[in-house]
């Protein structure tokens, strides 16, 4: 606790306080009300005084009537001011002598040490910014509702106020506790009052004050350096005294103010900077950081770093982010650098493992505060954790990969090992061209080390920001790459030149497209007008330059098909409206050796990109559309002449008589008029009349390549997609509908043919080709405008569909499922598995495309929800969207297919079991059929109200499949289909309480009230199941070891005999016609209505007694017709039950 004082003490602050500056005059009365409750308020003519004030406030209102503060405080009321009545509002107020208020002060806390002390502790927590104040009663009985509602609110306004107070800092050293241990002390007090108390600011303040002192002893000495250096003549000694006595009290001073500063952070932050809050933590934290960068000297040692290092394991990530943000702040400054070698020894690989922080914020902040140490301490980093650092330049997350290319850009690019040895006498230009060199072979050395090929354009995006300048220089790329090879010192090899291929394309399409990439998440930005107009700017000097430059460039690496159908991507960024692209000769060459190159390669590669850049340049809005499009022309007319007559060579009398040398001439012309057919409408070319007569012969005689009918079922699949496309504009006519339906019935019956291929491609192909032909035409069905021509109905008939279904078993639902992340052998391998993967999910969603459509019947999905759970890694999420877009569609046909699936699922079952043999592997066990029936349950969410018509669907024909037409015998006691209510009950929790009392309701008109309550083993499925509609668990307990089996355990003879009545299905006149309202107008009961808060949940269950007596048989329950609709209010207390 505080001292008691003394008239030393006393005399010895007097003395300190003369030494302040005080620049207001005057006195104000002490009336410090401290103690004085909340329930003060203004008087009519403005001032504040206390009303009812506490018992402090009366011990002293006698005391300070005649003191000097009287006069000031009347000054202020002649005014209309308002009157200081805290201790805290006479500071802040600042318009008396501090002198005088500190005073009065110690004059009361020597009359009475308690008021004092209260006095002093009310004003910190003002400091501190809590609305609230301390009375001698709280302080005196510590009651815990009293404190708690003192510290609910802080306001941080007034709580900035300690600010001015800390200006001050002698009145710490009268009321400063001699025992640091003491739990009563308020900054040090424990417990979840004293936390919200910014203690950590009142240390932050002191070092300013602290710092505010260095200075004037810096000054002092400096006045007593000169004043020393003067003649013995002119020297004054007294001066000299004075100065060397004020550098003295000065530095005494700032000793006690860092004994203050030690005092509050063993007392304070040794026991906060662990606190069970995080923001606690945090404030620690980022408080320490300041400590450490203003005031040096004292706390940058590892006593204090250790703190720092020790928090960036804290679970929480704003601290550890607080911790990285600080260290930023401390390597930033060269002077610091010194004091943290022990530190970057003990933490380092701390900080380089919080770049995989799962706090992307950390992550990134890390990754720059590594930066800064490698460019200030460059050995700390050592070349195995640079590697481990530059591979986060692929990052997913794109500003922790920006981040990575500032570092890798830093290190590698910025001053590259490699710099060339620039000759004396040497042009800018050639300078700047060597140095972007020893740059770009410094980044393709990184790349190729790095093992991660295929990503450069994630790389691209990485550097973007950093090395944009040197990415955009495209001049210097494309010098590089037609440089004469004889003249390098050392020339690039063919893999480099492919990379530097690779980089420039890249380079290109972030300068028009920006950072968007698949898989890379950014954060949002603000675009100014100045980052608008830099891609204009880009898209204008690459038009520029590339028509002038890609020609050559085509000409040079006409030979790999790799670097031809990358270089062949650039046309399709050249922006035609630039005020640079007004070139016609440049781009007639340049569409001339796009068409030699054409004419070299059939790499599905190279012909897809120079069909998208033939795309875009032939646009009809575009200003090169008139040059662009006729030399496409030509190139595709003399494509279809050179296949009409190979074509009429090689098929004579109905059989395909070409040899080897024209069946690749045919082939690589139909792989171009294929690959421009897929990007552009070639249907003037009669492609489809040329075509379809391969699948001709290959239907009837065979012996066609397997490549050439694949492509043949491409080329015509794609004639007829465009004749859909464009059939509002072509179709003109009812023959022309006709004769487009023929070609479409025409093309699926060849498909058709092609499923039993014995080639797995041709029959791939055709199943593909069936699914976009069909969904195509289903759409444009939909957008058909009726007063005009359109394509016609064309319906695919059970044996196309049944077709479609054994294809998609056959060729996706094959084997044990594996882990598509998992590792072979070897890489090989892996690749191989992967891309067999996707080319099962490609099927698989081809097929749910005709389903969500509505080309196929909804049923047929019930065969691939057999296999949600099975292929769940590999196919559920396709499975599920599939079951979600068909609920959206009709939720009632969804429900039907579901209860489809598990019912076929439940039957191969039991005739497994019912045979003797042991099950296959094909069938699954009764507790997979539970489970996937559970997973179908998930997927109605959590809104119960938008499934009720489905969910009561379900239990409808559940209970129908298990007891309609059942009639009970002495050898066949139960239902045999019993078990299936047990996979029935997973739908119970998502009925609406209403809802389960109709559906119980339902199930007694199958079975008497006996027979649910009976617990033989033969029963025990209906037990559980009458368990999961009441929401009684404890009658379902007998039956967990029943349905946890796999196998359907069937009645024993002894029981048969015993066995209740069963009773027989209802008529057709009471049975449950439409699941959409479950509402019975003739039985519905209410109960009284009752007020919210004379209600128990006890008094809300339904009335009826629902135990084993036999009853009656209740009536018919009548379903009504009437759907019911989502937005219809539901009367929860309302129980539709027949009694």
């Not at 002649?78 to 805290?88: P, Q, R, S």
């Not at 069936?770 to 695919?796: E, R």
């Not at 089996?1045 to 049975?1071: C, E, F, I, M, Y």
């Not at 209740?1114 to 379903?1119: G, K």
């Amino acid at each position: 606790m505080i001292a008691e004082p003394t008239v030393t003490s006393r005399s010895s602050v007097q003395n300190e306080n003369l030494a302040v500056d005080v620049n207001s005059s005057g006195a104000v009365n002490h009336t410090v009300g401290g103690a004085r409750n909340e329930n003060r308020q203004k008087s009519l003519r403005g001032k504040r005084r206390a009303r009812g004030g506490s018992e402090n406030a009366k011990r002293r209102h006698t005391k300070v009537t005649n003191g000097s503060l009287g006069q000031a405080q009347n000054r202020h009321l002649k005014h209309g001011d308002i009157e200081a009545v805290t201790l805290f509002e006479v500071v802040t107020m600042g318009r008396s002598a501090m002198q005088a208020v500190v005073d009065d002060w110690i004059e009361a806390y020597i009359t009475d040490r308690d008021s004092g002390l209260l006095d002093l502790i009310s004003f910190f927590i003002q400091c501190s910014g809590c609305k609230g104040l301390v009375t001698a009663e709280m302080f005196q009985s510590r009651q815990d509702d009293v404190m708690r509602k003192m510290v609910e609110e802080l306001d941080e306004g007034s709580g900035l106020q300690y600010k001015k107070f800390l200006a001050f800092p002698w009145i710490l050293t009268v009321t400063w506790p001699m025992d640091m241990d003491s739990g009563e002390y308020p900054l040090t007090m424990s417990g979840p009052y004293w936390r919200r108390f910014r203690a950590m600011k009142l240390l932050s303040s002191l070092i300013g004050v602290a710092l505010s002192l260095s200075v004037s002893i810096e000054n002092s000495q400096r006045l007593g350096e000169v004043e020393r250096t003067k003649t013995s003549g002119r020297r004054n000694s007294p001066r000299l005294e004075r100065i060397n006595r004020k550098t003295t009290e000065l530095q005494d001073r700032r000793v006690e103010i860092e004994n203050m500063m030690d005092a509050i952070f063993k007392g304070v932050f040794l026991k906060r900077y662990r606190d069970v809050l995080p923001e606690i933590r945090s404030m620690c934290m980022e408080e320490l950081a300041v400590w450490m960068k203003l005031y040096s000297p004292v706390f940058l040692t590892d006593s204090y770093l250790k703190y720092m290092g020790w928090m960036m394991h804290d679970k929480l990530p704003d601290v550890r982010l607080k911790c990285v943000l600080g260290l930023q702040g401390l390597y930033g400054d060269p002077l610091l650098l010194p004091k943290l070698d022990l530190f970057n020894s003990r933490f380092k690989d701390r900080m380089i493992s919080m770049t995989l922080d799962k706090d992307h914020e950390v992550a990134v902040q890390t990754l720059r505060l590594l930066t800064l140490i490698s460019q200030s301490a460059e050995e700390v980093i050592n070349p195995e954790d640079y590697k481990q650092l530059f591979q986060l330049v692929f990052s997913s997350h794109r500003p922790l990969a920006t981040a990575a290319g500032e570092l890798l850009y830093t290190r590698l690019l910025s001053s590259p090992t490699q710099a060339p040895d620039l000759r004396e006498g040497a042009s800018e230009q050639d300078t700047h061209t060597q140095l972007t060199t020893a740059r770009v072979r410094a980044l393709l050395h990184f790349y190729q080390d790095s093992e991660l090929h295929q990503h450069v354009v994630y790389l691209v995006d990485s550097l973007w920001d950093c090395a944009g300048a040197m990415l955009k220089d495209w001049s210097s790329l494309t010098s590089l790459l037609l440089q004469d090879p004889s003249t390098q010192d050392a020339d690039l090899s063919a893999g480099e030149q492919s990379l530097v291929v690779e980089l420039l394309v890249a380079s290109v399409r972030q300068a028009v497209e920006g950072p968007l990439l698949a898989g890379r998440s950014t954060c949002k930005k603000v675009v100014g007008a100045r980052e608008k107009k830099s891609p204009v700017d880009d898209c204008g000097r690459l038009t520029e330059h590339f028509l002038k430059v890609l020609p050559q460039l085509l000409i040079k690496y006409s030979g790999s098909p790799e670097t031809v159908a990358s270089l062949l991507k650039i046309p399709q960024y050249l922006h035609p409206d630039s005020p640079h692209a007004e070139f016609p000769q440049a781009l007639s060459g340049l569409l001339a050796e796009m068409g030699a190159v054409l004419e070299l390669h059939t790499h599905p590669a190279v012909l897809e990109a120079a069909a998208r850049s033939y795309l875009s340049l032939c646009g009809e809005e575009t200003a090169w559309h008139p040059l662009a499009r006729p030399g496409r022309d030509a190139v595709v007319q003399c494509w279809a002449d050179r296949l009409a007559a190979l074509l009429g060579d090689a098929l004579q009398d109905g059989n395909f008589t070409a040899d080897a040398e024209k069946t690749g001439e045919i082939l690589s012309t139909l792989k171009k008029l294929t690959a421009f057919h897929n990007a552009q409408d070639l249907s003037r070319w009669g492609l489809y009349e040329q075509v379809f007569p391969l699948l001709s012969v290959e239907i009837i005689h065979g012996g066609l390549p397997t490549q050439l009918t694949v492509e043949a079922l491409q080329c015509v699949s794609y004639s007829v997609l465009w004749n859909l496309n464009t059939s509002g504009e072509t179709l003109t006519s009812r023959e022309k509908a006709v004769a487009q339906r023929s070609q479409m019935r025409a093309l699926c019956e060849k498909c058709l043919r092609c499923l039993s291929h014995n080639d797995q491609s041709v029959k791939e192909q055709a199943f593909l080709s069936l699914c976009d032909v069909l969904t195509a035409h289903n759409y444009q069905l939909q957008v058909w405008d009726p007063s005009s021509y359109g394509p016609l109905l064309y319906t695919p008939d059970p044996k196309l569909q049944r077709a479609l279904l054994a294809f998609i078993l056959e060729h996706v639902f094959t084997g044990a499922e594996y882990d598509s992340h998992s590792r072979g052998s070897d890489v090989e391998s892996g690749e191989g598995r992967l891309e067999e993967l996707h080319r099962r999910r490609s099927l698989l969603a081809g097929y749910c495309k005709l389903i969500v459509h509505g080309v196929l019947e909804m049923s047929m999905a019930a065969d691939l929800f057999k296999y949600y759970m099975k292929y769940y890694n590999n196919f559920g999420d396709i499975i599920k969207e599939t079951l979600s877009r068909t609920r959206q569609m009709d939720k009632i046909e969804s429900a039907r297919t579901l209860v489809l699936c598990l019912q076929q699922l439940f039957l191969r079952l039991k005739q497994e079991q019912d045979s003797g043999v042991t099950c296959s592997s094909g069938v699954q066990t009764f507790s997979s059929i539970k489970e996937l029936a559970r997973r179908f349950s998930l997927t109605f969410g959590w809104d119960q109200t938008k499934s009720r018509e489905s969910l009561a669907l379900i239990h409808r024909d559940g209970i129908e499949f298990v007891f309609q037409g059942f009639v009970q015998r002495a050898e066949k006691p139960s239902p045999p289909y019993l078990s299936y209510l047990t996979i029935l009950s997973e739908f119970s929790s998502k009925l609406l309480r209403p809802d389960k009392k109709i559906v119980y309701t339902y199930l007694q008109r199958y079975v008497s009230e006996q027979t649910i309550s009976n617990r033989e083993e033969c029963w025990l499925p209906l037990i559980y199941y009458r368990a999961s509609l009441l929401a009684t668990g404890a009658e379902g307990e007998d039956a967990v070891s029943f349905i946890s089996s796999d196998t359907l355990k069937q009645p024993s003879l002894a029981n048969r005999s015993r066995s209740p009545s069963v009773r027989h299905s209802p008529t057709a006149d009471g049975d449950m016609r439409s699941p959409s309202a479950l509402t019975s107008s003739e039985t519905k009961v209410r109960r009284p209505h009752k007020s919210s808060s004379s209600t128990s949940p006890e008094d809300r269950k339904p009335e009826v007694d629902l135990g084993p007596i036999v009853r009656e048989p209740p009536p018919t329950i009548v379903i009504s017709e009437e759907p019911f609709h989502a937005n219809e209010e539901l009367d929860v207390d309302t129980v539709e039950v027949d009694l």
